[in-house]
């Protein structure tokens, strides 16, 4: 099947930094990329859309300021978190549609997003 | 979009059958019923998508009836590696939409 990476795997900074996470689609371009966070044992969020090209469509109730995400080709979405706090610290997840296989969704691996 | 109901939590043996079922009333026709299973510090991994009836591959198989309100999910002779949450989900995937995951089942397999 598809691959979806995440980089970094795992990531530790300091109160008030910005810290950017990368999604690709390794062998399949992705128009439309997805944002999860996960909090220790909790199922995952939705946090936003990334649309190739377009501003992307946050859920009710994500700062759109604060989790910055961009999606400047059909292999990369980026999320940025601005001014990190302890609350952050939390796992992101993203995911990437494969229009050849019926929008199938392919999970990437994960980051771990620790604020000290 | 569908919402789905799974059990909380499961505990069973190596080497038995796990069934986890999930309801969703108010699925939609173009819905079709996908099961992720998700481990520790990891992102979900597909394990299983049917439409109706039964679906079986290599890890799983997917038992859906008539009314394709619920979706049962069976997990042939399980090892000590199945345990893991699973999640049920219910979309459309003839075009692009998103996904909403429920709460998952924690499946516990003891020795």
């Known amino acids: 099947g598809a691959v979806v990476s995440q980089h970094p795997s795992w990531v530790i900074c300091k109160s008030g930094t910005s810290v950017k996470i990368e999604c690709r689609s390794l062998?399949?371009?992705?128009?439309?990329m997805f944002w999860y966070r996960q909090f220790p044992k909790q199922s995952l969020m939705l946090m936003a859309t990334?649309?190739?090209?377009?501003?992307?469509?946050?859920e009710q109730g994500v700062e759109k300021d604060k989790f910055l995400i961009n999606h400047a080709s059909l292999t990369l979405s980026t999320l940025t978190v601005t001014s990190a706090h302890p609350e952050d610290s939390s796992f992101y997840i993203c995911?990437?549609?494969?229009?050849?296989?019926?929008?199938?969704?392919?999970f990437g691996p994960g980051t771990r997003l620790t604020v000290t | 979009l569908a919402k789905t109901t799974q059990p909380i939590s499961m505990d069973s043996y190596e080497g038995q059958e796990v069934n986890i079922t999930c309801s969703h009333n108010?699925?939609?026709?173009?819905?079709?019923i996908t099961w992720y299973q998700q481990f520790p510090s990891q992102g979900p991994r597909f394990i299983i998508q049917?439409?109706?009836t039964k679906v079986t591959n290599e890890v799983a198989s997917l038992f859906i009836p008539a009314d394709r309100k619920s979706s049962t999910l069976s997990l042939p002779r399980v090892s000590l590696s199945d345990t893991a949450v699973y999640y049920c989900?219910?979309?459309?995937?003839?075009?692009?939409?998103?996904?909403?995951f429920g709460s998952g089942t924690r499946l516990s397999i003891r020795p």
């Open positions: 995911s990437a549609e494969d229009r050849r296989s019926s929008y199938e969704q392919y």
């Open positions: 062998d399949f371009q992705a128009t439309t």
């Open positions: 108010n699925i939609a026709t173009n819905d079709y």
């Open positions: 990334s649309n190739e090209g377009s501003k992307a469509t946050y």
């Open positions: 049917g439409y109706k």
């Open positions: 989900l219910v979309g459309d995937t003839s075009s692009a939409s998103k996904i909403i």
